[in-house]
Each structure stands twice: as structure tokens, then as C-alpha cells.
């Protein structure tokens, strides 16, 4: 069964650079979520989008955004990165009329800012 | 205040043993879902079992079984005959309302170990 897709896997930057990271949700899902996990954290949600319309958003900082594509595909651009933006980044992909299913994780991009 | 507490930062259990991980949740909705994942060390996040609130049965999916008690707000996780490679972090979560695009909020986590 197809999965949601995350690439790329790892990622090292240096501080202010900029990142995008991309996120291909599983076929037919219609809404996907983008959480950050810090080391030993918790996942924090930071945006999400349904029907290619951003529909809640979290603790995003400023220096981020996001979107999605006409083909679901969403990207979280991250720019003047920072030290404590190292994290697994994880994106989501849910059917808003079958919560039961489950959100699908995809396997994380784990940036790394030195 | 948090809506999932997960008191336990950590468990040992040995193989074949079953465990019980304890999440508590806040909420006034009337309508939730409650999540459990897991996750190895190598990251990634995979879900284990779902918990509607108008569930009237407990959960199951295999080894784990979710012991829902709605007054008290109690959701955990009960996984038996624990295997070697049940070793992973443990993620309580739960989505406020009914609809599917309503995000999830994560408890804190539960290390679990499983020793031969």
C-alpha cells in the first residue's frame, strides 16, 4: 500500500541558509499535516492544509511556510535557519471523513543545522 | 494545561510480559478520537490503534488492546506478550471533534524497554 512520501530523509544545513522539504501525501487523502519533532520532544504541530487550503495552523515560526500543490503534494520551506530548528520533521496525510483510519505518517526529514 | 499526560517517562518489561502505558486526556468536546503510536528509534511514526469516544468497546488490534475509561479520562495502552522489538518510544494523541482534518495533539511519550 502506498505511504506518504518525505524527501529527503536527512538534511544538513548551515545556519541561515534556507531548506524546503517535501511531503507527497497518500493517494486520495485530502488533508496533510506538517508536525516538528524536537530531540526527546513531542511532536508540535506546526501547519496543515485540506484541499489545498491552508486550514489550521500552530506554532510556525514566521521564517516558515508551506503549501500545496494542484497534485496534494505539499512543501515547508524553512529560510535564516537556526540552530534550534534541528529536528524530524514529519508530515501527515489524513481523509477528513474517515478519522478512524488514522493519521499516516510518513518516515520524517531530519534536518540538521550547524 | 495539557490535554494528554502521560505520567510514565519510562518502562521495563520482559519479553512476554504484557504492560499497561497510562494516558490521561482533557478535553470538552464530546466528540474525540484517541490515538496511540509508536515510535522505534529509527523515527518513523506508526500507528497502532484508535479509540473513537462514542466507541462503546475497548480498541483492540492484535497485541495491543486500548483500555478506555471515558469518566476518567483514561486511555492506555496495553500490549501483550511483549516482544524485543516493542523497544520504542510511545506517543498518546487525541483529536478534538469529529472531523479527520482536526489535528493531533501528542503526550509527552512513554519509553518502553523490553529485556529478554
Known amino acids: 500500500a502506498a505511504g506518504v512520501i518525505q524527501s529527503p530523509r536527512h538534511l544538513i544545513k548551515e545556519k541561515r541558509e534556507t531548506a524546503t522539504l517535501k511531503c507527497y501525501p497518500i493517494?486520495?487523502?485530502?488533508?496533510v499535516y506538517w508536525y516538528q519533532q524536537g530531540p526527546g520532544q513531542d511532536p508540535q504541530f506546526l501547519i496543515s492544509?485540506?484541499?489545498?487550503?491552508?486550514?489550521d495552523k500552530g506554532s510556525i515560526p514566521d521564517r516558515f511556510s508551506a503549501q500545496q500543490f494542484s497534485d496534494y503534494h505539499s512543501e515547508l520551506n524553512m529560510s535564516s535557519l537556526e540552530l534550534g530548528d534541528s529536528a524530524l520533521y514529519f508530515c501527515?496525510?489524513?481523509?477528513?471523513?474517515?478519522?478512524?483510519?488514522?493519521?499516516?505518517f510518513g518516515s520524517g526529514t531530519r534536518l540538521t543545522v550547524v | 494545561a495539557q490535554k494528554i499526560t502521560q505520567t510514565q517517562p519510562g518502562m521495563f518489561v520482559q519479553e512476554k510480559e504484557a504492560v499497561t502505558l497510562d494516558c490521561t486526556y482533557d478535553?470538552?468536546?464530546?466528540?474525540?478520537?484517541l490515538f496511540w503510536y509508536k515510535q522505534p528509534s529509527s523515527g518513523e511514526m506508526i500507528f497502532l490503534i484508535y479509540?473513537?469516544?462514542?466507541?462503546?468497546q475497548n480498541a483492540t488490534e492484535g497485541r495491543y488492546s486500548l483500555n478506555f475509561q471515558k469518566a476518567r479520562k483514561s486511555a492506555n495502552l496495553v500490549i501483550s506478550a511483549s516482544q524485543l522489538g516493542d523497544s520504542a518510544m510511545y506517543f498518546c494523541?487525541?483529536?478534538?471533534?469529529?472531523?479527520?482534518?482536526?489535528?493531533?495533539?501528542f503526550g509527552k511519550g512513554t519509553m518502553l524497554l523490553v529485556s529478554p
Open positions: 501527515a496525510s489524513s481523509l477528513r471523513d474517515k478519522a478512524s483510519y488514522g493519521y499516516t
Open positions: 493517494p486520495r487523502h485530502d488533508t
Open positions: 492544509f485540506y484541499e489545498k487550503m491552508q486550514s
Open positions: 478535553t470538552s468536546d464530546q466528540s474525540y478520537g
Open positions: 479509540q473513537g469516544s462514542y466507541d462503546e
Open positions: 494523541a487525541m483529536r478534538e471533534g469529529y472531523s479527520g482534518y482536526s489535528t493531533l495533539t
